[in-house]
Every structure is written in structure tokens, then in C-alpha cells.
């Protein structure tokens, strides 16, 4: 399979513990984008990678909220200190940026569930 | 925050009936981008339209785009049970900036 893998895809926890998810991009691309989605709602940008370069922030991301991506392959999301607001569904998508954004490659999420 | 905005939120229809959702958008978009979401999984691009486009095909889709009202349909003929799920349209505001979504329009086919 070649798409665009996460892990894991669901994870329940407790308040204040740390999580972390990881993405793995289809291997050609060199764009890598998480989006946060909650119930019935669109998907919200939280960040995204051009290689290893950290290009863009939302303000949705806290301080609580860190994202790497060495060598610009995988990437990882995780989140410290974990409040029941951060239940939602955490998607990674991918890309070959050209000249501008195009179709994004998404994964199948990564639910997070904050007892 | 998220720019475009769909209507209806709620589509219901019977297979084989044609099913049109609208997106409205706030800024000057470079292209738009619809994708569909079955229920607890992943999005999945549908079809992307240019600012210089007004209508786009693909299969049992058209897209259309009105960039003086800001605004694009996304038409599915010939519904099928299968066409149940979440669309949703994703604008990007300029040459590199990542797609921003809508809240959807969630569609049930019924068979």
C-alpha cells in the first residue's frame, strides 16, 4: 500500500497524559499537512512541512501541540499535557507541491479520545 | 477558521436522483477543491476546479464555479446508495497556502 499511513488510528487516554501520532507520507511527496477535525465539522489546518521545514502554524496550535518532521519524511504530532478538547480526529495528508496546493493525499485519522 | 461554507448541511435523496450541494467562499481563491469523507475515515479528493475554470467534469460529477458570487456547486447524477457520505469544498486563498475547509454537506442516498 502506498497511500498515506497513521498510526495509530484510534487512541483513548487520560487527561494530562502525552500523545503522540505519526504519519507517513506516500514517499514522493514533499508537502505534509495535519488537519484536526471534530464531530460534524470540516477538517482545521493545524500545520505543515515543505521536507523537514516547518512552513506554517495555526493558531489552533498551543504551546501543549509540537510537530516534526526529520528529513522530511515521516512526521510526528504529539501533544502534551492532553485536555478533553483535544478528542478529535487528527488527519495527515501529503502532497507533490507545485505551484500551488493542489490534490491532498489523505490518511485514514488518527482518533483521539481524552477520558 | 474555515471559509467556505456549505449548503445544505443535510442532503436526503433517493438512488438514482441527482444531488447538488453548494459552497460559498469569502476571498479570491486560486482553485477549489471538493472532497468526500465516508464516515470515520479519511478525505478523498473528488475534483479541483481553477479560478479561470467555470465547469469541471468528472464521471458522474460537474463542478461549477462562479468566482463574481463566489460560489461553486458540485453536482452527483444518478445517485447511488454508495454516494452516501460527507462532501466537502477547500479553497486555496493563494499559490501555496493549505486548503481550507468547510463544515460539509453530509448526503444520504437511499436505496
Known amino acids: 500500500d502506498t497511500g498515506v499511513s497513521q498510526d495509530p488510528r484510534h487512541k483513548i487516554t487520560k487527561r494530562g497524559q502525552n500523545v503522540t501520532f505519526r504519519c507517513d507520507p506516500i514517499?514522493?511527496?514533499?508537502?505534509l499537512y495535519w488537519y484536526r477535525q471534530t464531530l460534524g465539522q470540516g477538517p482545521e489546518f493545524l500545520t505543515y512541512f515543505q521536507n523537514e521545514a516547518q512552513l506554517e502554524k495555526s493558531r489552533l496550535l498551543s504551546d501543549r501541540f509540537s510537530a516534526e518532521r526529520p528529513k522530511g519524511s515521516f512526521s510526528t504530532l504529539e501533544i502534551q499535557r492532553t485536555e478533553q478538547g483535544d478528542s478529535a480526529m487528527y488527519l495527515c495528508?501529503?502532497?507533490?507541491?507545485?505551484?500551488?496546493?493542489?490534490?491532498?493525499?489523505f490518511g485514514e485519522g488518527s482518533r483521539l479520545t481524552v477520558l | 477558521s474555515q471559509q467556505g461554507e456549505e449548503d445544505p448541511q443535510a442532503l436526503s435523496i433517493q438512488e438514482g436522483e441527482n444531488a447538488t450541494m453548494n459552497c460559498s467562499y469569502k476571498?479570491?481563491?486560486?482553485?477549489l477543491q471538493w472532497y468526500r469523507q465516508n464516515s470515520g475515515r479519511g478525505l478523498v479528493h473528488l475534483i479541483l476546479?481553477?479560478?479561470?475554470?467555470r465547469e469541471k467534469h468528472s464521471g458522474r460529477l460537474r463542478v461549477t464555479l462562479d468566482t463574481s458570487k463566489k460560489s461553486s456547486s458540485l453536482l452527483i447524477t444518478a445517485s447511488r446508495a454508495a454516494d452516501t457520505a460527507s462532501y466537502f469544498c477547500?479553497?486555496?486563498?493563494?499559490?501555496?497556502?493549505?486548503?481550507?475547509f468547510g463544515k460539509g454537506t453530509r448526503l444520504s442516498v437511499i436505496a
Open positions: 495528508a501529503s502532497t507533490y507541491q507545485g505551484a500551488s496546493t493542489g490534490e491532498l493525499f
Open positions: 476571498t479570491s481563491i486560486n482553485n
Open positions: 476546479i481553477r479560478s479561470n475554470e
Open positions: 477547500a479553497t486555496v486563498n493563494s499559490g501555496n497556502t493549505p486548503l481550507v
Open positions: 514517499s514522493e511527496h514533499n508537502r
